[in-house]
């Protein structure tokens, strides 16, 4: 579906942002991009789709090389950017000038959403408010049912209600034939829909793990002070101490804190990476 072999890719003003960097992703998966500022979520995604080009290894999009840019691969990819540039127009207008590129697209999921997100086809573009501006583009985006759909910070710019309309979108209209990659830093806005985990960190991919994996090895939540001398790691919280935990006996479900797994990455993550790399009982 998606893999990259020993990619690198650097800007001219700066240090490299990736140095072999190696990713596989299987097809179906929603898959939530995570990692600290300038780590590079943004550059990968835009190698994925082709907008930018690596300087050396080899990408596989949908058995397609990005930089080539091919109309077949190009109807079956779409980059929702963080900051969103359109042209003055109305809503209907946007949808009927660009949809025609995509095969895929649904007018019904389309109109479902618009009227969602409360909405009208006669808004204009240019003179709507940035949350407005980002519903519009994630209807769109939505709507046009590529197999590859990348996201960058997709809930930004959006209110509280408006987050919770967008995850209920994306669980309702996403097909299980679609590949979602999401770059975030709001994690708690859509831990519900991730089912794998990618961490960059210094250049390379620091994990790229399932959510189903991780939840058979791994505890999370409050940990009791006998506990802390075997947790993987730890954080205070107003409720008490919370962390991560060596899962022993049976998996406890609904305990995986994805802010709380990347906190543990960022900081302690050699040794929670030498814990999930090694063979337990309890890993299938």
Not at 8 to 35: A, C, E, I, T
Not at 57 to 79: D, H, S
Not at 132 to 146: H, N, P, T, Y
Not at 241 to 266: C, H, K, R, W, Y
Request: charged letters at 25%; one cysteine or more; glycine letters at 8%.
């Amino acid at each position: 579906m998606i893999t990259t072999k020993q990619l690198s890719f650097g800007y001219k003003s700066g240090r490299p942002v990736f140095s072999g960097l190696d990713l596989s992703l299987p097809q179906g998966s929603v898959v939530g991009l995570l990692g600290k500022n300038g780590e590079g979520k943004t550059t990968l995604l835009k190698n994925l789709c082709g907008q930018l080009f690596s300087k050396q290894g080899e990408i596989n999009v949908l058995g397609f090389t990005p930089r080539e840019r091919k109309v077949a691969f190009l109807q079956q990819v779409y980059l929702l950017p963080e900051e969103i540039q359109v042209p003055h127009v109305t809503i209907r207008r946007y949808f009927d000038l660009y949809a025609p590129f995509y095969p895929n697209y649904d007018e019904a999921i389309a109109r479902e959403l618009i009227e969602t997100f409360s909405l009208d086809w006669k808004m204009n573009l240019g003179k709507v408010s940035q949350g407005q501006k980002k519903k519009a583009l994630i209807a769109f985006a939505l709507s046009l049912r590529v197999p590859l759909l990348l996201l960058d910070e997709p809930t930004n710019g959006l209110d509280i209600p408006s987050k919770g309309e967008f995850r209920r979108a994306v669980a309702r209209h996403l097909s299980e034939e679609q590949t979602v990659i999401i770059s975030t830093h709001q994690v708690r806005d859509l831990e519900q829909l991730i089912d794998r985990i990618v961490i960059l960190e210094r250049g390379s991919i620091y994990c790229n793990e399932s959510i189903a994996d991780l939840s058979e090895r791994l505890y999370f939540g409050l940990v009791s002070p006998d506990e802390e001398a075997r947790a993987l790691y730890t954080e205070p919280s107003l409720g008490g101490t919370v962390g991560i935990l060596p899962l022993q006996g049976e998996a406890v479900t609904d305990t995986f804190s994805m802010e709380l797994f990347f906190n543990a990455v960022v900081s302690r993550g050699e040794e929670l990476m030498r814990h999930l790399h090694t063979p337990s009982d309890t890993s299938k």
